[in-house]
RNA sequence: GCCCGAGUGGCGGAAUGGCAGACGCGGAGGACUCAAAAUCCUUUGUUCGAAAGGACGUGUGGGUUCGAGUCCCACCUCGGGCACCA
């Protein structure tokens, strides 16, 4: 705010002047369409502006338009992104960099619930809100390419890219574009295949004997978007499904916390599950934190094993196992307590104890299944199953600690080699035969003597140890091997071969459950007939949302397990039921009444950016290829640079790589991958403080005084966490505009420390990077006449400095170390300001390396020095590789490792120059005291060391 | 429990195995001012010393090395993720 007081000079970098400074370069940029990036064709076409010009995508994760705007928090990843697009256009890249929004979601409709008001009004006014919030932080985007995914315009795209999901099959046998995983191929194709009888139907009649119902069901069977009875997480309270990941780990909706139940329902799914095999391995193409690729490889939960099936008086009964080579072991089985199989193997005897037990498992909440600590609990079903291997008859018990959702829901249990079982067995005094021989080593280590009764370990053996017991009279033999992945892969062979099973691969991951019974979501452009879906034409795209003004779902008692979801779309019948004609003739049609979850419109945004306005493609295939396309040296194409939280390090990149994925798979994309490169900023933390009551005060109010701190007269006490509304310690942009500018708030927001790492805010270290700019300003304007004011050229020390100065900054930028190129910049302005002003030779490269980080008064002052033009694209200073050798170095001098001098050497000075001056240097000649060097080591350039 | 990541002044943080603490905040002293704010200058790891100068110092304990904040081993603490996944 302006300081009336008189005595400050006219024209010094004040909050007002920098205020005036920041709007008027916002409007020049604007006016000259400066951030407006080329593309090679379509309509964003300039081949000029492409031409000799490497290109650059630089990406942020897109915002949700939340109505209570931005705190100081939001931008650090977006100011970061804008340092280093404005950085590499000086650089001269073509850089893509934008900016969308991700509105459809529950927070807009739920204030439409309460208000009346319509979700696109409300999304409307908070996209202007934050436009305009982000506008003044100087953002470098192209606004032509800004998205909405909630724009008829844009969610056109995102329903056709469902329908080629929908209209694909995953084809394992047919080699992807890189290897052995299969392929999405159009779903004519086969049903082509089915036609010609090159494919064999399930059962094996030809196609044209199927009746249209049972055509329909096998072609709806193969698609990677299809409708299915499935387990889903039925959340009454919300009155919609959600998917596995938005439930919290104590079974409760990530919104809303109520609780969800399982239940068989028909919902869409996506057959993500196809993927999986390359969404783990293609984590290798990029340049991601080993911590990011760590969770997704986790999350996809890739286990190699093995399928054996038990017989039993109920059938077969199957299980996984991670090892198979352990089946000689195997001496029960146990259920997960709702595997369908446990009422037909459960004895008269039993069935009261095993009623209970379901009983009991199923009240119990999802989080006390989950203690690990908790002792094992289960019942024996009454019933026996074959053990394979050595026709053994094992007993089947139900426990919880087998889960219904991992693997088959029945485990074959091998004490001696699993901790589980082992505790298990124990528990209930079954026996523990041992299968493998531990070292006596093991034993001497657990204090006990060799026996291979392994009820006698203190816990299960799990290692490389020769096999003892493991042998059948059909041609299966383990014992004295000691290689367990031998032993894997000789009791894979025998199943296979003895038609007990086979060797395969398990995955956590489970489809994706992507239907949701809300109004403010992408509608699915799917109608159905008798028989199922059908996909709408292209032609009929957009399918638009319909105007209501009765938005929620029903929602049943938080505890109604029972009840049945109801879209708010179900109520509109006028929209529901529609007529087409697809060829014969026209006939009513029932819409689909589900929209899709928030995850689809940030799917697939990043390709829009490209191409925004494009009615004939959701991106032009050249456009595609020039911004995303595989480069050579090794730059497998996707996004150059994606910057975001971690938060989304599972589900948003899990998602959007597998719709990417498909498109690749389908010819619409170049590369296999969305985003090369990954960085994910740290977060912004603030003080917060708790009253007696433990209620958060606003923290602008808190004082620190007497080593406490204090809201009026009442101490509280400090704790740091997000910036946000719920902890009362949000810092508005606004005020820091008001206080100090923004060229101000992005310097001290990049100055705090490296982008990837968290860091408090501090209101009151602001001041720093305020007076970094004043000097800056003030040592090239006069402060009274706001004239130019300039020294005379560089002496060879500054210039050197620059030189230095030029090299760092340029190399931290490129690593996004914006932090440490501040500092160098400070420094460098610090040498200038001791000179008085700058020199004229040093102005124009300082201004031009700070344009990236404070491009507002970077401008003005690029203005006064002489030129008509922005300097967007002026090219980035570079350094002069003879002005950073120095003619002579000062090397430090140590003696037995510690620093005992310094001397001063020619920069070339050959070794024993180096070490003849050492030598002869006063303090080293008393730090030896007379004794004699032994050894002498110099590195050059570095330092001398005298071993004595 | 498992998997990541991190521990450096009063604070945020710098340091290709080579002078630890760059740069900023805060503190101290000074200039300007009637005074204050703002601004500018000097100084600021701890400690012994009047000073010159010395000793100590990057979570703890070991190790490798001429030399370790940095590499290795073990441990402690904090942050994040996963959690009976067969």
Redo the contacts with the bound molecule.
């Keep these: 705010m302006a300081?009336a007081?008189s005595?400050?000079p006219p024209f010094?970098y004040s909050a007002a002047l920098a205020q005036d400074i920041e709007l008027r370069w916002q409007d020049w940029w604007d006016t000259h369409k400066s951030f407006e990036a080329p593309n090679p064709a379509g309509p964003l076409a300039d081949p000029e502006g492409v031409a000799g010009r490497e290109k650059l995508f630089v990406l942020d994760m897109f915002p949700y338009p939340s109505g209570t705007g931005l705190h100081v928090g939001h931008p650090l990843g977006y100011i970061g992104t804008d340092v280093y697009s404005r950085f590499k256009r000086m650089a001269g890249y073509n850089v893509c960099y934008s900016m969308g929004f991700d509105a459809f979601g529950l927070p807009a409709e739920q204030y439409a619930v309460q208000t009346g008001q319509h979700p696109a009004i409300t999304t409307a006014q908070n996209v202007a809100n934050m436009r305009r919030q982000l506008r003044r932080l100087g953002l470098s985007h192209d606004p032509r390419r800004s998205i909405d995914t909630t724009d008829p315009g844009y969610y056109r795209w995102t329903q056709w890219i469902f329908l080629q999901i929908f209209n694909s099959w995953y084809d394992t046998e047919s080699p992807s574009a890189d290897g052995s995983h299969g392929r999405a191929r159009p779903i004519t194709e086969l049903v082509a295949a089915f036609e010609s009888g090159s494919r064999p139907t399930p059962d094996g009649r030809p196609w044209t004997e199927l009746t249209t119902a049972e055509q329909r069901t096998i072609i709806d069977d193969h698609r990677l978007a299809y409708v299915s009875e499935a387990p889903v997480n039925w959340c009454p309270g919300l009155g919609t499904v959600v998917a596995n990941e938005e439930v919290t780990?104590d079974g409760r909706s990530d919104r809303g916390n109520f609780p969800v139940f399982k239940r068989n329902m028909r919902q869409w799914m996506m057959r993500i599950t196809a993927y999986a095999d390359r969404l783990i391995d293609d984590l290798d193409l990029l340049d991601w934190?080993?911590?990011i690729k760590?969770?997704q490889r986790?999350?996809i939960?890739r286990?190699e094993?093995a399928r054996v099936r038990f017989a039993s008086a109920a059938g077969d009964i199957e299980?996984?196992?991670?090892?198979p080579d352990t089946l000689f072991g195997a001496t029960f089985m146990v259920l997960?307590p709702e595997h369908a199989l446990v009422d037909a193997l459960t004895t008269s005897e039993h069935s009261s104890a095993v009623a209970e037990y379901r009983r009991s498992a199923a009240a119990k909440k999802d989080i006390d299944?989950?203690?690990?600590t908790?002792e094992?609990?289960g019942v024996f079903t009454g019933s026996y199953a074959t053990n394979p291997v050595n026709g053994a008859q094992i007993p089947v018990w139900i426990a919880?600690?087998?889960?219904?959702?991992?693997?088959?829901?029945?485990?074959?249990a091998?004490p001696c080699g699993?901790?589980?079982?082992f505790?298990f067995a124990r528990t209930f005094g079954l026996g523990i035969p041992a299968i493998q021989q531990p070292s006596d080593s093991w034993f001497a280590d657990h204090g006990i003597e060799p026996s291979l009764d392994a009820s006698t370990w203190p816990q299960a053996f799990v290692g490389d140890a020769p096999y003892v017991q493991s042998a059948n009279d059909s041609g299966l033999d383990l014992n004295g091997l000691t290689s367990v992945a031998d032993g894997k892969r000789m009791v894979n062979e025998w199943l296979v071969a003895n038609d007990r099973g086979y060797g395969t691969v398990?995955f956590?991951l489970r489809d994706w459950l992507f239907s949701r019974q809300r109004y403010w979501g992408e509608p699915f452009p799917i109608v159905y007939d008798q028989f199922g879906p059908i996909g709408l034409p292209d032609a009929e795209l957009p399918v638009v949302l319909p105007e209501t003004d009765s938005f929620s779902p029903r929602t049943f008692a938080i505890d109604d397990e029972f009840s049945n979801p109801e879209s708010p779309l179900d109520r509109l019948e006028w929209w529901t039921e529609v007529e087409y004609d697809f060829g014969d003739g026209p006939k009513l049609y029932h819409r689909d009444t589900n929209v899709m979850p928030q995850w689809a419109g940030s799917c697939w945004y990043e390709l829009r950016y490209l191409d925004p306005t494009n009615e004939n493609a959701f991106v032009d295939p050249e456009v595609e290829q020039y911004w995303m396309g595989p480069k050579g040296n090794g730059h497998p194409g996707g996004v150059d640079l994606y910057v975001g939280g971690?938060?989304h390090?599972?589900l948003h990149l899990l998602y959007a790589r597998f719709w990417h994925k498909v498109l690749f798979d389908l010819g619409h994309v170049s590369s296999k991958e969305p985003y090369y490169r990954l960085f994910n900023q740290g977060m912004i933390l603030a003080a917060a403080y708790k009253d007696a009551r433990e209620i958060y005060v606003e923290s602008t109010a808190v004082v620190e005084r007497d080593g406490g701190f204090w809201f009026g007269d009442e101490p509280v006490t400090r704790e740091w966490g997000k910036m946000g509304k719920s902890l009362r310690n949000a810092v508005s942009p606004d005020d820091m505009y008001d206080a100090f500018g923004a060229d101000t708030l992005r310097l001290y927001e990049m100055?705090?420390?490296?982008m990837d790492?968290?860091?408090?805010w501090?209101t009151?270290?602001v001041?720093?990077?305020?007076?970094?700019l004043?000097?800056v300003w003030?040592n090239l304007v006069d402060e009274e006449t706001g004239e130019l004011r300039l020294g005379p050229p560089a002496d060879d020390d500054t210039k050197r400095l620059l030189h230095r100065t030029i090299d760092g900054v340029r190399s931290d930028m490129d690593g996004l170390?914006i932090?440490?190129a501040?500092?160098k910049l400070?420094?460098l302005n610090?040498a200038i300001?001791?000179l008085g002003s700058s020199p004229a030779d040093v102005a124009e490269p300082l201004v031009l390396m700070l344009a990236p980080l404070c491009p507002h008064v970077a401008e003005e002052l690029w203005r006064k020095l002489g030129h008509t033009d922005s300097l967007i694209r002026e090219s980035f200073p570079v350094a002069d590789p003879a002005l950073l050798i120095a003619d002579t170095i000062?090397?430090?001098v140590?003696v037995?490792?510690?620093?005992?001098s310094?001397i001063i050497v020619a920069a070339d000075a050959a070794n024993d120059i180096v070490e003849a001056a050492a030598l002869a240097d006063a303090?080293v000649i008393?730090?030896l005291a007379g004794a004699t060097p032994k050894?002498v080591?110099v590195?050059p350039?570095?330092?001398v060391?005298i071993?004595a």
Excluded at 319 to 323: E, K, L, N, Q
Excluded at 369 to 372: F, L, P, T
Excluded at 418 to 421: K, M, P, S, T
Excluded at 757 to 760: E, K, M, V, Y
């Design positions: 300081r007081d005595d400050i010094r780990a934190s080993d911590a760590t969770q986790n999350w939960g286990s094993g299980v996984f196992t991670t090892r997960a299944r989950q203690d690990v908790r094992k609990t919880d600690y087998v889960l219904m959702g991992y693997g088959t829901g029945a485990i074959m091998v699993d901790e589980r079982d505790e398990n956590k971690v938060e390090a599972v100055s705090t420390g490296p790492a968290s860091r408090p501090e009151r270290d001041v720093g990077m305020y007076r970094f004043q000097r003030r170390r932090n440490t501040i500092s400070i420094e610090n300001t001791k000062e090397l430090p140590q037995n490792g510690k620093f005992r310094r303090k008393t730090a050894k080591i590195v350039g570095r330092t060391n071993v």
